[in-house]
């Protein structure tokens, strides 16, 4: 029972939580998340994200395409969760880091 699904065109998407990364210079934005008021997933938003050691094992959707949204995912594989998922709309932001 995955109660966060997201269907594109290039396929579905299913997972237990959800992290929104989205926002700019540090100033949290919430995009309307259609059920995320009634669902029993978890859903998190990048600027209270932390690590990713409590989610081992679990099946993770992050949505946003900018640094913080890759650099989420990429801490959620490290940290073994069982599948990372992104969705990205729209043009792709990443700033190298140096």
Not at 39 to 47: E, K, M, R, Y
Not at 81 to 92: D, K
Request: glycine share 10%; aromatic share 8%; charged share 15%.
């Amino acid at each position: 029972a995955y109660p966060w699904q997201a269907r594109t065109s290039r396929g579905h998407y299913r997972a237990r939580h959800v992290v929104i990364a989205t926002g700019y210079c540090r100033q949290p934005a919430w995009p309307p998340v259609p059920g995320a008021a009634t669902t029993q997933g978890d859903i998190l938003h990048s600027a209270s994200y932390r690590n990713g050691q409590s989610h081992r094992g679990q099946r993770i959707l992050v949505v946003g395409s900018g640094n913080s949204a890759f650099e989420i995912a990429l801490d959620l594989v490290e940290c073994e969760a069982s599948r990372v998922s992104l969705l990205v709309n729209g043009p792709r932001w990443v700033i190298p880091i140096r």
